[in-house]
C-alpha cells in the first residue's frame, strides 16, 4: 500500500540552477534579488528528502540590486514551501499531500471501516468471519482488538438511527466508506487500493460465497477506493482462489 509520491515530487519541486562562484558573486552585486519572508510553517512529506520534515511557508519581494544596495521594487514572488532540511522549495500544493504519520492513520481508519462495513451486513455470526476480520485489524495496528470487541461494535453500529433498518448496503453506510476511503485513494498506488478491497473481500468470504449484501459493501467499498467496476469484479473472484 505504498502511496504513489514519486510523480507529485517531480512536478511540485521548483528546480534551482547551479551557478559558479564568480556568477554568484556578481549576482549579489547586480540583478534582481528575491527577500523571503515566513508567513507559516509546519509538517509536510518532503519529496526530495523521502519522509516528513518541517517546512516554512514564503512569500518575497523582488528588488532590482546595484552594488549589493536594493533599489527598485520588481514585484513579488510565491508562496512557495522550503523543506528545513534540505532547503529545497516546492509549490505550496505539496502540502496537499498527508504526511506518513497521516498517511498511515488513513490506512488503518480505511481497514477499520472496510471490516466493520462487511461485518454489519451479518458476518457476527460466524466464527471464521470474526477471525480473518480482527486479523485483518491487527494487521492494520489495532493489537488490542477481540472478537468480543467487534461484536459489540458492530451491534451498536446496528442501532445508530436508520442503520438496522437500511437495505443491503444503504445510504449511511455508502457515505461512510467514501468519508473513510475518498481521500485515501489518490494516495494510493493501484496495487494499495486493490489490497484494501481484498482484505474486505477475503473476510466476506470466510464463511463462504459472497452474499447480496457482502457483494453490494464490496462494490461501494470498490467506487469509493475509485477501482473500476471490471477491476472490482475481478478482484472479488481473485480473492476466491487461494493463494
Known amino acids: 500500500m505504498l ?13 534551482a540552477k547551479p551557478v559558479s562562484r564568480g556568477r554568484a558573486l556578481y549576482r549579489r552585486m547586480f540583478g534582481v534579488h528575491t527577500a523571503w519572508d515566513t508567513v507559516g510553517d509546519g509538517e509536510f512529506f518532503c519529496p526530495a528528502c523521502g519522509g516528513d520534515r518541517n517546512y516554512q511557508r514564503l512569500t518575497g519581494r523582488r528588488r532590482f540590486v546595484l552594488c549589493g544596495l536594493p533599489l527598485v521594487p520588481r514585484g513579488t514572488r510565491g508562496p ?15 502540502l496537499d499531500h498527508p504526511t506518513t504519520v497521516r498517511l498511515s492513520a488513513m490506512l488503518r481508519d480505511a481497514v477499520h471501516t472496510i471490516v466493520l462495513a462487511v461485518l454489519s451486513t451479518g458476518g457476527t455470526c460466524a466464527r471464521a468471519t470474526l477471525d480473518t476480520a480482527v486479523a485483518a485489524l491487527h494487521g492494520a495496528g489495532y493489537d488490542d482488538c477481540t472478537e468480543e470487541q467487534l461484536v459489540a461494535l458492530v451491534e451498536a453500529l446496528a442501532t445508530d438511527a436508520g442503520r438496522a433498518t437500511e437495505p443491503d448496503c444503504g445510504p449511511g ?13 489518490p494516495h494510493l498506488a493501484p496495487a494499495g487500493r486493490e489490497a484494501l478491497l481484498l482484505k474486505g473481500a477475503r473476510i466476506a468470504l470466510a464463511d463462504g460465497p459472497y452474499t447480496t449484501p457482502e457483494r453490494d459493501v ?21 480473492a476466491r482462489t487461494p493463494s
Open 3 to 15: 502511496p504513489d509520491r514519486g510523480r507529485i515530487g517531480r512536478n511540485s519541486r521548483i528546480p
Open 173 to 185: 453506510l455508502a457515505i461512510e466508506l467514501h468519508e473513510a476511503l475518498g481521500p485515501l485513494a
Open 80 to 94: 512557495v514551501v522550503q523543506c528545513a532540511a534540505c532547503q529545497d522549495l516546492f509549490d505550496p500544493d505539496v
Open 218 to 238: 464490496l462494490t461501494t467499498a470498490g467506487c469509493a477506493l475509485t477501482i473500476c467496476a471490471e477491476d472490482v469484479t475481478r478482484l472479488l473472484a481473485t
